[in-house]
Every structure is written in structure tokens, then in C-alpha cells.
């Protein structure tokens, strides 16, 4: 999508992000991740204003975020607790912050926020490399379906009521994986544009860029209750981890 870059998803969703972007999953995912973990050090990549970041800080983890909107960072500084975690402004492709960590972690899909396979091949690259020995980096990410696409098109009614309706028109471009999404707000206020272009990749290949970065996958559940990943998973929790020898 021509203009869509890093900072776009913060310039246009901090100022409503918390209230919008609740997957209802926070307190499972963070409960997840402090179990999983295989020490104290964590690195979140796209920390966001803190959903994930913050709950684990408060449990002792020392948490360190790489978030590349200047937005989401000020979002997250405004909430008590946040001076305890060190972010740094940055692409996650590079993963610009120096370990080692015992557990990084990068969920709600943000991985497809990478607009190239290069990108989320550095991804991992960058981020393995900042592991510990035996260190692991979890993904959570949807699995690709296209369950009422028609000539790879979909429009849905996401919620209507007497004074909005809000609408998302999402196009799929097979050959390059892509999903390009546009949620329009319609109000008495007038007409709001929230675009998302997302570079999907299925379980296999996100495997196979672990593999690059020399991590293992060590399990793979359909949620964040370690419910099994089966053919009717609609996302996937992986975990990855790097050789203990390393
Ligand atoms: C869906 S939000 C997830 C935020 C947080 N991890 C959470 O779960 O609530 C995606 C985040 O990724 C950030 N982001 C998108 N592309 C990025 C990139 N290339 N490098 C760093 N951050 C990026 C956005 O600014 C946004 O904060």
C-alpha cells in the first residue's frame, strides 16, 4: 500500500488504540508469556502503548520494547508503571537494542505489519541474536482464511448503531500475500480512513524464517490457554527457541 509505512499504524490508531484494540485475550496472554518465560530479561517487539509490556513489568519481568510510532510510545508513558521499561524507537526488522534476553515475544499479528519476507526474515534474524542460549521468541499471528472472500474481496459491517457505521473492505492479492485492509468510520462527524496493509505468511513459513535464524519450534497451540492448534485454529501461538549451545 504506497504511503503505508512503520509509523503510519501509530500516526493514525494511538489516539484510540486501547479503547479500538482489545483482543480480550491480555490477561491470558500475559499470564502465558510470564509462565513461558525462561528468565527475567524479556524484549517486546512493537510494544505498543504497553496492553502486554506493562502487566509483565508489574510482576517483576524487566522489560525492554522496541515500537516504531513515537505516538504509541507517549501513549504508554502516560500509564504509571511505564518509566520501569526501557523502549527504544525503532523497526523491528533491525531490532535496534542490544540483549542478551531470555524471552522476546511479538503477538496480535504485528509480524504481517512487516511489509516484505526480507523484513520478517531480519525479524527473527535480529532477534535471535539478542537471545540468550536456550532463549525462546514467541509469535502469535492469525492463520490465513479467506472464508467469505468473493473475486478476493470482502466487505463487513463491523458495528452500526443509530449514529455510526463502521465498515472494513479488505483486499486480498493471492500472488504476494498480501491483505490490504481499510476501515471506514462513518459518523455524524463525517468519513474516517484506517488503512492496514498485512504481508501474511502461513505457520510453515514463519517455521521456516525461525529455522533461518537458527531457532526451533518447540510448541505451537490454538490459543493462549494452550488449547491445541487444529485445522479450525483461527491464530496460532508459537514458541521458538534457540539451541541451548548456541
Ligand atoms: C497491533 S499493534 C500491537 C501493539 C502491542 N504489541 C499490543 O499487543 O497491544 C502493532 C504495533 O506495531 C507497531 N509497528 C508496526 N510496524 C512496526 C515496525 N516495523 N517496527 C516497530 N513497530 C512497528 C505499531 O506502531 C503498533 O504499535
Redesign the pocket.
Known amino acids: 500500500m504506497e504511503g503505508y509505512d512503520?509509523t503510519t499504524?501509530?500516526a493514525l490508531n494511538a489516539a484510540d488504540y486501547d479503547a479500538l484494540?482489545d483482543p480480550g485475550t491480555t490477561d491470558a496472554c500475559v499470564a502465558l508469556i510470564a509462565d513461558l518465560a525462561p528468565g527475567k530479561r524479556l524484549l517486546?517487539l512493537?510494544?505498543?502503548?504497553g496492553?502486554?509490556a506493562l502487566p509483565l513489568a508489574q510482576q517483576g519481568f524487566a522489560v525492554t520494547g522496541?515500537?516504531?510510532?513515537y505516538e504509541?510510545i507517549a501513549k504508554l508513558r502516560e500509564k504509571p508503571g511505564s518509566d520501569a521499561i526501557a523502549v527504544t524507537c525503532g523497526?523491528?526488522?533491525d531490532v535496534p537494542v542490544t540483549g542478551p534476553f531470555d524471552h522476546a515475544f511479538l503477538?496480535?499479528?504485528?509480524l504481517f505489519?512487516?511489509q516484505t519476507q526480507a523484513a520478517q526474515i531480519s525479524c527473527f534474524a535480529n532477534t535471535a541474536a539478542q537471545l540468550t542460549p536456550a532463549g525462546t521468541f514467541l509469535i502469535e499471528a492469525f492463520v490465513p482464511r479467506f472464508d467469505g472472500f468473493r473475486n478476493h474481496q470482502k466487505l463487513e459491517t463491523k458495528r452500526l448503531d443509530m449514529g455510526n457505521v463502521w465498515l472494513e473492505a479488505v483486499t486480498h492479492d493471492p500472488v504476494e500475500q498480501v491483505l490490504s485492509f481499510q476501515r471506514i468510520r462513518i459518523s455524524d462527524d463525517g468519513i474516517r480512513l484506517v488503512p492496514l496493509p498485512m504481508l501474511y505468511a502461513y505457520p510453515p513459513e514463519i517455521d521456516l524464517m525461525a529455522r533461518l535464524a537458527g531457532l526451533q519450534l518447540v510448541d505451537r497451540w490454538g490459543g493462549w490457554d494452550k488449547s491445541p492448534f487444529t485445522a479450525e485454529s483461527s491464530f496460532h501461538i508459537s514458541v521458538y527457541r534457540k539451541p541451548a549451545d548456541a
Request: hydrophobic share 50%.
Open positions: 512503520a499504524f501509530g484494540h517486546e512493537a510494544i505498543g502503548t496492553r502486554v522496541i515500537e516504531a510510532s504509541m523497526d523491528i526488522a503477538v496480535f499479528n504485528t505489519n512487516l
